[in-house]
T-cell receptor, first 111, second 115 residues
Framework: QKEVEQDPGPLSVPEGAIVSLNCTYSNSAFQYFMWYRQYSRKGPELLMYTYSSGNKEDGRFTAQVDKSSKYISLFIRDSQPSDSATYLCAIRGGGGNKLTFGTGTQLKVEL | ETGVTQSPTHLIKTRGQQVTLRCSSQ?????VSWYQQALGQGPQFIFQYYREEENGRGNFPPRFSGLQFPNYSSELNVNALELDDSALYLC??????????????FGEGSRLTVL
């Protein structure tokens, strides 16, 4: 079993839709949860970073963590074509800065 | 503020050769990590350097090695290249090594193709 599981997609939605991206993880020692966005041929850029269960909102983006279920989500409201990218969940724990990534979900927002 | 920069952006090597990839960390960041991202996969942790010493390593063989310099820049060296080493190599910097040091900032990567 992989430490972090993520549906690879691809996921295609119309502009304005609400997008839900999800990851599950197996190691309860994981404490810090991140979502990165990666455009084609670019490095990942951090979108959201949280370390507690619950919701964290930033503009159109909401990160949700449920430590009891080992489940994390990213919601994108009013999706735009510029949101088309690969979204990677990343989790850190047990000391140091090592991130364990999911495989990434490829999202396409169509006009 | 200068972000993380990597060089070269693209390179092609043949099996058995050696490659060196370079990374300049973001200003003020003393920790550098390297990740390998195969096509269609998430990045995989190779190792991390802090104060010029390796400070954590993932599941990669010894032919993957690195250096960090006093100015916090870093190199990734891969010897005896194999076809499976073809990937995007990402460098990330952060302002420390502890769990509360915040996010990693990634460069745009060096895309290595091994023929």
């Amino acid at each position: 079993q992989k430490e972090v599981e993520q549906d690879p997609g691809p996921l295609s939605v119309p502009e304005g839709a609400i997008v839900s991206l999800n990851c599950t993880y197996s190691n309860s020692a994981f404490q810090y949860f991140m979502w990165y966005r990666q455009y084609s041929r670019k490095g990942p850029e951090l979108l959201m970073y949280t370390y507690s269960s619950g919701n964290k909102e930033d503009g159109r983006f909401t990160a949700q963590v449920d430590k009891s279920s080992k489940y994390i989500s990213l919601f994108i409201r009013d999706s735009q074509p510029s949101d088309s990218a690969t979204y990677l969940c990343a989790i850190r724990g047990g000391g140091g800065n090592k991130l364990t990534f999911g495989t990434g979900t490829q999202l396409k927002v169509e006009l | 503020e200068t972000g993380v920069t990597q060089s070269p952006t693209h390179l092609i090597k043949t099996r058995g050769q050696q490659v060196t990839l370079r990374c300049s960390s973001q200003s003020g960041h003393n920790t550098v990590s390297w990740y390998q991202q195969a096509l269609g996969q998430g990045p995989q942790f190779i190792f991390q350097y802090y104060r010029e010493e390796e400070n954590g390593r993932g599941n990669f063989p010894p032919r993957f090695s690195g250096l960090q310099f006093p100015n916090y820049s870093s190199e990734l060296n891969v010897n005896a290249l194999e076809l499976d080493d073809s990937a995007l190599y990402l460098c990330a910097s952060s302002p420390g090594t502890g769990p509360n040091t915040g996010e990693l900032f990634f460069g745009e990567g060096s895309r290595l193709t091994v023929l």
